[in-house]
Each structure stands twice: as structure tokens, then as C-alpha cells.
């Protein structure tokens, strides 16, 4: 495609449910990152895939969060029993994956609204 | 750990202005650095990126950004701003070599009235 899309772009939920985050990168970009951006601050990162493997997973906060990407494109955030907390936009970029100099790409992002 | 600060939140001009937005960060090593822009109801967007080199940096749009490794600073800049240059700006470091995560600034609110 022609940029990296997300969806859904807005989701509303309740204290503990469970939602699911998409990210479809640009075409044949191996690399994958998610990260969150809450109210007034810049974003943070939370995990880097380099095809269909985490590569770096440090910045996800707990054991709530988890994301896959496996066929090496589209890549899922999940977020299980969902707290107020987790209210943020979700952001995530993809970048060709063939070394440390690229230019990270990002999407529109998902605003996650928990109630 | 590594941080970035950005050091004015909001900033107002008229056009014509000239603009300069600072960047700092705490990382002794070797870093890349980034300079993203968020208009209005649009996705961040790279204005421009320093690996090495010749630390003064052109970007898109008329921007520049200037890298000092003895103050830590990576300072935009724009010698005359326009009212389309009002947007968020966001300044991200990632250590050199093959490391991916980005670490950002909380971000500089730019108003230009016209």
C-alpha cells in the first residue's frame, strides 16, 4: 500500500476486555514497530519486529500486552483485561529492515479509549 | 537510561519569524537523530535525520537542524516560518548501529499566525 494503515482508528472499550490493535506495514518493509503515545507526551516504544520475530520487546509494560506478526506483514498489538491506564493513541511504523540508518514510517495510528 | 528534552512545550509566532526549537539528550554514545513533524489531523512525518557527517542537516520544507556533540543538542530551526508550519514537532534519538528504538521528546506545539 501506499503508507502504513491502522485499524481500527478509533476504539472505545471497557475496564477489562480484551481488544486487538492492527498494523498493515508498507509493502515490503520487514520491519514492524509499535509504539504509544498518551496525552501530551511524545510517543514511547514498546516492541520492533524484524519479520515475523520480536527482535525487541522491552518496552511493553506488562505481561497485558502482546503482539505477533506472523506471516512477516501485518502485525497485531492484543491488550487483555484493558485498564484505564492503557487509554493512548497506538502508533505504529514500519521501515525497510536492512540496517540502523532507515527512516521509520508511521501510520495514522489507533486512539484506544478505555472506560 | 537514554532521554530526549525538549525545552519549550508551545510556541507562538507571526510569519516571517524565524524559528528555533531545542533538542537535548543524555546518551554519552554514538546516536542518530530525528526531527518528526505532526500537522494538524496527519500522521508523524520525517522532516529530517542526522547518522553522520556534516551536522548541520537540510530537511524537507526549508528546515535545518544543527548537531552538537559537546552540548547534547540537535536544534531545529527554520529562518521564516509560514502559517502551514503550524504543527506538532518531535525530537527522537535512537543509539547508532543497528539498535531501532526511538526515543522521544514530549514535543513542541507550534502556532504561526498569519
Known amino acids: 500500500g501506499a503508507g502504513v494503515s491502522q485499524t481500527p482508528s478509533n476504539k472505545v472499550t471497557e475496564k477489562g476486555k480484551y481488544v486487538e490493535l492492527r498494523c498493515d506495514p508498507i509493502s515490503g518493509h520487514t520491519a514492524l514497530y509499535w509504539y504509544r503515545q498518551s496525552l501530551g507526551q511524545g510517543p514511547e516504544f514498546l516492541i520492533y519486529f524484524q519479520g515475523t520475530g520480536a527482535a525487541d520487546d522491552s518496552g511493553l509494560p506488562n505481561d497485558r500486552f502482546f503482539a505477533v506478526r506472523p506471516e512477516g506483514s501485518v502485525s497485531t498489538l492484543k491488550i487483555q483485561r484493558t485498564e484505564r491506564g492503557d487509554s493512548a493513541v497506538y502508533l505504529c511504523?514500519?521501515?525497510?529492515?536492512?540496517?540502523?540508518?532507515?527512516?521509520?514510517?508511521f501510520g495514522p495510528g489507533t486512539r484506544l479509549l478505555v472506560l | 537510561a537514554q532521554s530526549v528534552s525538549q525545552h519549550n512545550h508551545h510556541v507562538i509566532l507571526s510569519e516571517a519569524a524565524s524559528l528555533e526549537l531545542g533538542c537535548n539528550y543524555s546518551?554519552?554514545?554514538?546516536?542518530?537523530l530525528f526531527w518528526y513533524v505532526q500537522y494538524p489531523g496527519q500522521h508523524l512525518q520525517l522532516l529530517l535525520k542526522?547518522?553522520?557527517?556534516d551536522p548541520l542537516v537540510k530537511g524537507i520544507k526549508g528546515f535545518e537542524a544543527e548537531f552538537i556533540k559537546s552540548k547534547f543538542s540537535f536544534n531545529l530551526r527554520k529562518p521564516s516560518v509560514q502559517w502551514s508550519d503550524t504543527a506538532e514537532y518531535f525530537c527522537a534519538v535512537k543509539r547508532a548501529g543497528n539498535n531501532r528504538k526511538l526515543i522521544w521528546g514530549l514535543g513542541t506545539s507550534l502556532a504561526v499566525n498569519p
Open positions: 546518551y554519552g554514545g554514538t546516536v542518530n
Open positions: 511504523a514500519s521501515s525497510l529492515g536492512q540496517g540502523g540508518k532507515e527512516t521509520q514510517y
Open positions: 542526522y547518522f553522520s557527517g
